[in-house]
């Protein structure tokens, strides 16, 4: 039986922990189930409370493993954009053995080779930003493994993170008794998942990853991420003179940016959005009130992203693109203030099944981070436990058999895991 790819991944967000847990066939994802877990031990993607980080990760997996039927060991671990470096290398890779015939061995060592390469103590290695061969004088980015040559060059660019923010968010998925498979970059992962590594490459991209609490812009050019910033307030400023004023909930002041259906404050109605009886007052919400509370905060957040971004708009106005997306990306709005930028916007849609939401664009773009320089590696360890899932196919299939359908879970499960007859 051939072996499933069941890959894991975790990202340690804004006041949650997000668990995706999927299978890759045929190069895709296949959502399997996603799990989202309210955590305050972080704030401004520092780790403040580990021991909360550490029960909401294990509940995340806990419930997962609850409703797949087998255990999760290993996990794919997003790291914050925090202090994100680039080294480029040019390895020069030689064949001794006389085959005179490149192999994945060869390959293995240039990576090796060009990961030794230690830029500070402050940061560390994490991913590979880009790979590309030169073989008999000509170049390509396809591993050009069964090439006939005596030596040929690797050019490698590689990101590394802060190691401090690193360590203390691999500090507790281990403590949470996980094991790390891989790491990455999440702005990284999100340009796997929204295609920014793969569009234009003299057009330069800035993804736009908006949070509750702050906002990664990350630039990327020439199939390469180049740079990255964090702006130190995300949608929760939004809705602070709200949240002041009639005492909200943070969920209730997400859910109602999404009730903002207009960009032009003066033609919201009175219509009232939001009612909640309090010991102290009554709370009566307006679509109005609502949007000549928020419109101007968004726009003066865009405002920001202009200001920081002028440099690269100034030199390529023509061409520079903004892709919006994380949580934020799902405030409906966003994508009708598009004149608001100083450069073509738009907000990334996901439509992975299973996963639609902004929020999972991380998660699900660290699979396809992970099969990228998994071609080098050659890693065959899934996240899962391989025994556990085997027996659960084998369940699901006997039950298919049978008629025993058991809900759309499993019929979804059956849909995705079952081997081809």
Same mark, same amino acid.
């Not at 877990?37 to 997962?64: F, L, M, P, R, T």
């Not at 030596?151 to 008794?177: G, H, I, P």
């Not at 971004?309 to 100034?314: F, N």
């Not at 773009?365 to 065959?380: L, T």
């Given at each position: 039986?051939?072996?499933?790819?069941?890959?894991?991944? $975790?990202?340690? @967000? *804004?006041? /949650?922990?997000?668990?995706?847990?999927?299978?890759?066939? &045929?190069?895709? !994802?296949?959502?399997?189930?996603?799990?989202?877990?309210?955590?305050?031990?972080?704030?401004?993607?520092?780790?403040?409370?580990?021991?909360?980080?550490?029960?909401?990760?294990?509940?995340?997996?806990?419930?997962?493993?609850?409703?797949?039927?087998?255990?999760?060991?290993?996990?794919?671990?997003?790291?914050?954009?925090?202090?994100?470096?680039?080294?480029?290398?040019?390895?020069?890779?030689?064949?001794?053995?006389?085959?005179?015939?490149?192999?994945?061995?060869?390959?293995?060592?240039?990576?090796?080779?060009?990961?030794?390469?230690?830029?500070?103590?402050?940061?560390?290695?994490?991913?590979?930003?880009?790979?590309?061969?030169?073989?008999?004088?000509?170049?390509?980015?396809?591993?050009?493994?069964?090439?006939?040559?005596?030596?040929?060059?690797?050019?490698?660019? $590689?990101?590394? @993170? *802060?190691? /401090?923010?690193?360590?203390?968010?691999?500090?507790?998925? &281990?403590?949470? !008794?996980?094991?790390?498979?891989?790491?990455?970059?999440?702005?990284?992962?999100?340009?796997?998942?929204?295609?920014?590594?793969?569009?234009?490459?003299?057009?330069?991209?800035?993804?736009?990853?908006?949070?509750?609490?702050?906002?990664?812009?990350?630039?990327?050019?020439?199939?390469?991420?180049?740079?990255?910033?964090?702006?130190?307030?995300?949608?929760?400023?939004?809705?602070?003179?709200?949240?002041?004023?009639?005492?909200?909930?943070?969920?209730?002041?997400?859910?109602?940016?999404?009730?903002?259906?207009?960009?032009?404050?003066?033609?919201?109605?009175?219509?009232?959005?939001?009612?909640?009886?309090?010991?102290?007052?009554?709370?009566?919400?307006?679509?109005?009130?609502?949007?000549?509370?928020?419109?101007?905060?968004?726009?003066?957040?865009?405002?920001?992203?202009?200001?920081?971004?002028?440099?690269?708009?100034?030199?390529?106005?023509?061409?520079?693109?903004?892709?919006?997306?994380?949580?934020?990306?799902?405030?409906?709005?966003?994508?009708?203030?598009?004149?608001?930028?100083?450069?073509?916007?738009?907000?990334?849609?996901?439509?992975?099944?299973?996963?639609?939401?902004?929020?999972?664009?991380?998660?699900?773009?660290?699979?396809?981070?992970?099969?990228?320089?998994?071609?080098?590696?050659?890693?065959?360890?899934?996240?899962?436990?391989?025994?556990?899932?085997?027996?659960?196919?084998?369940?699901?299939?006997?039950?298919?058999?049978?008629?025993?359908?058991?809900?759309?879970?499993?019929?979804?499960?059956?849909?995705?895991?079952?081997?081809?007859?």
């Amino acid at each position: 039986m051939r072996k499933k790819k069941v890959y894991a991944t $975790l990202e340690i @967000a *804004d006041q /949650e922990i997000r668990l995706i847990v999927l299978e890759i066939f &045929e190069g895709r !994802n296949n959502v399997l189930r996603v799990e989202r877990v309210h955590c305050s031990g972080v704030q401004n993607q520092k780790i403040i409370d580990e021991a909360a980080v550490v029960k909401a990760i294990q509940e995340a997996c806990k419930n997962a493993q609850s409703a797949l039927g087998f255990r999760i060991e290993r996990v794919l671990l997003a790291i914050p954009s925090i202090n994100v470096q680039r080294c480029s290398q040019k390895i020069h890779v030689q064949i001794p053995d006389g085959t005179k015939t490149i192999r994945l061995f060869h390959i293995q060592q240039g990576f090796n080779k060009a990961v030794e390469k230690q830029l500070s103590e402050e940061v560390v290695f994490v991913n590979i930003n880009q790979v590309s061969y030169i073989v008999n004088g000509e170049q390509t980015t396809k591993m050009p493994i069964g090439k006939e040559c005596d030596d040929f060059f690797m050019e490698v660019d $590689l990101l590394y @993170a *802060d190691k /401090e923010t690193m360590y203390s968010y691999a500090r507790c998925v &281990e403590q949470s !008794n996980l094991q790390i498979l891989d790491v990455c970059i999440d702005a990284y992962a999100i340009a796997q998942e929204t295609g920014a590594l793969i569009a234009d490459p003299t057009r330069p991209v800035v993804v736009v990853d908006l949070e509750q609490e702050h906002c990664t812009l990350a630039l990327f050019q020439h199939g390469r991420l180049l740079n990255t910033t964090t702006l130190e307030h995300g949608y929760k400023t939004f809705t602070e003179e709200l949240q002041k004023k009639y005492h909200l909930s943070d969920a209730i002041c997400y859910r109602l940016l999404q009730n903002i259906f207009t960009e032009d404050q003066d033609e919201a109605s009175d219509v009232i959005c939001y009612i909640e009886q309090k010991e102290e007052m009554r709370v009566e919400i307006t679509l109005k009130e609502l949007a000549q509370s928020c419109l101007s905060k968004i726009r003066l957040w865009i405002s920001d992203i202009n200001e920081a971004c002028a440099p690269i708009a100034g030199q390529s106005a023509q061409s520079m693109r903004y892709v919006l997306t994380g949580q934020g990306a799902n405030i409906r709005v966003l994508s009708m203030m598009p004149s608001a930028f100083n450069a073509p916007a738009t907000v990334f849609e996901e439509q992975t099944i299973g996963a639609r939401d902004g929020a999972f664009v991380c998660g699900l773009g660290m699979a396809y981070a992970w099969q990228y320089v998994n071609k080098i590696r050659h890693d065959d360890k899934i996240s899962v436990n391989n025994n556990e899932l085997e027996a659960s196919i084998d369940s699901i299939n006997q039950r298919a058999k049978s008629g025993a359908d058991g809900g759309f879970t499993q019929k979804l499960k059956n849909a995705i895991l079952t081997e081809k007859e």
